[in-house]
């Protein structure tokens, strides 16, 4: 059957038949009869995020979103709104999809966890043992205190344990579909960029640019996540990260400008950290980007399977912290927004340090030079799959390439 919609295009059967059997698999060996899998939107409309969720329903519901994902039983989701069943289910791979509210009583204040211990109990579970799924180990969300109060409370002999980090290990190696999709949005990522560079002039707005990378995503069948621009004049800066809202303030000749995009389809997106110039760009800032250029370069060759992260912490941090300036240079594993790892430059060290690289995991690798006090600096970075030579690059425009606008 050929997926409704483009918002949340489906995998094949065999893709999520083969999520459900690694799930499975792994439930049975740490003695789960069931998990309770939570989503909370990060950004309302047609990008719910919701990703955990997602990774086992193809789509997700605005807001709030739960799926009771039993050891052998069908999976249940249960939505916000009753009026928004049919859609959801036309454009799920899950078929058992209920309402947490209805037209009148859309589930808020921890009411959708009723139905959700309902069904907990319809499966018999109420002595069992049950993971509890979070949004996100990355954001530290994991249930609402009411749900978790509600949910608990009527199941008291049920054992309940949070899971969402155990969970997410299962998304880090990408199938060769998820990998398909990556390419992908990684084209489309490029192309949003290209054209956001090709339109940064004297007196545009960061706004501006915002606004048409937004435009040129929707017209690809896509969409933006994000769309940080930022400008500083590089006589005086004042920044070493773009604005998560743009700006109104127009851009000027002689200004640095930075950017955070990232754009796809389905949940899974490409990712440019980029930095370009309004006319040549100072000495100290040509400085800045080869430093930024050189680590992420050395980053990209030592990134392999079982390496462990701590084992780059010079990469990380000596290119930049030779040449006297703050090394923030990060590596956090992107495909479907932030997760495992999460590696940032801390003094003289790195965080994560016990991470181990795995083959066929999507990383974001991240040369970030900065002043002490963070008013200066650049960086560059791009989407990249972990392979047996090294971190291949999913991303074609040339980041690492001064751009200057004359």
Request: charged letters at 20%; glycine letters at 10%.
């Amino acid at each position: 059957m050929e997926c409704p919609n483009y918002f949340w295009p489906w995998f094949s059967e065999e893709e999520y038949e083969r999520r459900y059997a690694n799930i499975r698999k792994g439930m049975e060996e740490k003695g789960l009869d069931c998990l309770l899998v939570y989503g909370v939107s990060r950004g309302m409309g047609m990008e719910p995020g919701q990703t955990n969720l997602v990774y086992l329903t193809s789509v997700a519901s605005w807001s709030q979103t739960y799926l009771v994902f039993p050891l052998h039983e069908a999976p249940t989701m249960f939505i916000m709104s009753a009026n928004q069943v049919k859609n959801i289910r036309d454009n799920g791979v899950v078929k058992d999809v209920r309402p947490g509210g209805s037209f009148t009583r859309t589930g808020g204040l921890g009411e959708s966890a009723g139905p959700v211990a309902a069904r907990l109990k319809e499966l018999g579970l109420e002595k069992k043992k049950i993971g509890i799924v979070g949004d996100t180990g990355w954001l530290n969300i994991n249930l609402p205190h009411e749900a978790h109060v509600l949910i608990t409370g009527a199941l008291p002999e049920a054992e309940f344990e949070v899971v969402t980090r155990w969970y997410e290990h299962f998304r880090l190696v990408k199938s060769e579909e998820e990998i398909a999709r990556m390419r992908q949005s990684a084209a489309i990522t490029d192309a949003v960029y290209e054209v956001m560079v090709d339109a940064a002039r004297p007196g545009v707005r960061p706004c501006d640019l915002y606004n048409l990378m937004g435009r040129t995503a929707l017209g690809m069948d896509a969409r933006l996540t994000l769309g940080h621009v930022g400008r500083t004049p590089m006589s005086n800066p004042d920044m070493d990260y773009p604005h998560y809202y743009p700006l109104t303030t127009p851009i000027e000749m002689g200004d640095v400008v930075m950017t955070e995009v990232a754009a796809g389809v389905g949940g899974y997106y490409g990712k440019i950290w980029g930095t370009f110039f309004m006319g040549d760009p100072t000495p100290e800032y040509e400085k800045l980007f080869n430093l930024g250029v050189k680590t992420s370069h050395d980053l990209h060759a030592a990134i392999k399977p079982g390496v462990r992260v701590g084992e780059l912490t010079s990469l990380c941090l000596d290119t930049i912290q030779n040449a006297g300036y703050k090394a923030k240079t990060s590596i956090t594993g992107w495909s479907t927004w932030n997760e495992p790892p999460d590696v940032r430059g801390a003094g003289d060290s790195v965080t994560d340090p016990d991470f181990v690289f795995q083959k066929n995991t999507c990383l974001s690798v991240t040369g970030w030079p900065s002043t002490e006090d963070e008013s200066m600096g650049i960086w560059l970075g791009d989407v990249c799959l972990v392979t047996d030579g090294g971190a291949e690059n999913f991303h074609k425009y040339p980041i690492r390439e001064i751009h200057v606008v004359n």
